[in-house]
């Protein structure tokens, strides 16, 4: 299921979707709040496995200076 896959994304911002229907154009899901996270500029972890590939670190660092995003405290 989506809710599950999107936890072994890095951060909450790249683990939103579109489901497509008949009835609307799309509906956005976002189970762990990445919308919110985008709208803030505040990087968050989808979960523990973030620690688990020292990349996802520096793509924290070249978010936060590039794109002006603050790391989250637990993500710190």
Do not use: Q, W, Y
């Amino acid at each position: 299921p989506f809710e599950e896959a999107v936890k072994r994304r890095d951060f909450t911002i790249n683990a939103m979707g579109i489901r497509f229907n008949e009835k609307a154009r799309g509906e956005l899901l976002d189970p762990l709040d990445g919308l919110l996270h985008l709208r803030e500029k505040e990087l968050h972890a989808c979960g523990e496995d973030f620690a688990r590939d020292p990349v996802r670190f520096l793509r924290a660092v070249r978010f936060s200076v590039k794109l002006g995003f603050r790391i989250s405290p637990e993500l710190k």
